[in-house]
């Protein structure tokens, strides 16, 4: 079994480094899919041995469909690049996809001390619980972006989003596909670097794309 961990980059000098270094113990071969960083991003990759797909045209869901399409893989470890998901339960939880049969683990985050701010937090349970009742699942994170699952799933998978709510939306269609999925408790700590994300901006575009999903893309695959 081939393991390879991706991660979308756009200027994450400050984390970048620190999280290629956790991860190497944990997968086979690490990548990041970079949009034009202009900070030392590529460079720390490149020194600490890790490959750099580019993908220019912004998005985080943008990154992470160009990286699916170009990694040859059997399992696919995904986070961010900003230091903030624990890496502690990466091999344990891979243990577990094989032994267990599980298609695709969700990492749902467990808040420490000043992780996220207040309006963060809140927008986060808005749209868990917002994904909860249109899709009538049950997530506890609805918004993580550390996901541990097989690539083959990736084939009978259309996935729309560009944004911040492919996250969201890669869930969904897991689930809604009756593949095997499992969300389990990974720790989330405060970012290293600036963050991407706008909270408003982002959170209304999540929210709406739920709704578009709900009612314009009902188009999951057949199992
Ligand atoms: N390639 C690429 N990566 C991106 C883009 N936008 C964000 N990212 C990366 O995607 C990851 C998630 O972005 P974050 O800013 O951490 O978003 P977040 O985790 O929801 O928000 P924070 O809690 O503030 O960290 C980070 O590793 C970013 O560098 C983009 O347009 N292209
Ligand atoms: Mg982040």
């Given at each position: 079994m081939k393991v390879i961990a991706?991660?979308?980059?756009?200027?994450?000098?400050?984390?970048?480094?620190?999280v290629i270094k956790e991860l190497k113990p944990c997968v086979d071969?690490?990548?990041?899919?970079?949009?034009?960083?202009?900070?030392?991003?590529?460079?720390?990759?490149?020194?600490?041995?890790?490959?750099?797909?580019l993908e220019p045209r912004k998005g985080y869901g943008r990154a992470y469909k160009t990286?699916?399409?170009?990694?040859?893989?059997?399992?696919?470890?995904?986070?961010?690049?900003?230091?903030?998901?624990s890496t502690r339960k990466i091999k344990k939880y891979l243990e577990l996809l094989i032994e267990k049969n599980i298609d695709f683990i969700s990492?749902?985050?467990?808040?420490?001390?000043?992780?996220?701010?207040?309006?963060?937090?809140?927008g986060n349970?808005?749209?868990?619980?917002?994904?909860?009742?249109?899709?009538?699942?049950?997530?506890?994170?609805?918004?993580?972006?550390?996901?541990?699952f097989k690539t083959?799933?990736?084939?009978?998978?259309k996935l729309e989003s560009d944004v911040m709510s492919f996250s969201e939306e890669i869930k969904i269609r897991i689930i809604k596909a009756n593949f095997r999925f499992k969300e389990l408790p990974v720790g989330y700590y405060e970012r290293l670097g600036r963050a991407k994300?706008?909270?408003?901006?982002?959170?209304?575009?999540n929210l709406l794309?739920?709704?578009k999903l709900k009612f314009l893309l009902n188009s999951y695959p057949k199992q």
């Open positions: 991706l991660i979308p980059t756009k200027n994450e000098e400050q984390g970048i480094g620190k071969e690490i990548y990041i899919v970079d949009c034009n960083s202009t900070d030392r991003t590529r460079e720390i990759t490149r020194k600490l041995g890790a490959k750099i797909i990286g699916f399409k170009k990694v040859k893989a059997d399992i696919i470890v995904t986070l961010d690049a900003d230091g903030s998901y990492c749902n985050r467990i808040f420490k001390e000043k992780s996220i701010g207040f309006s963060h937090k809140i349970r808005v749209l868990t619980l917002a994904t909860n009742i249109l899709f009538g699942i049950s997530l506890k994170d609805s918004q993580s972006g550390m996901w541990i083959k799933l990736l084939k009978d998978l994300l706008n909270t408003f901006r982002d959170g209304i575009s794309f739920l709704f």
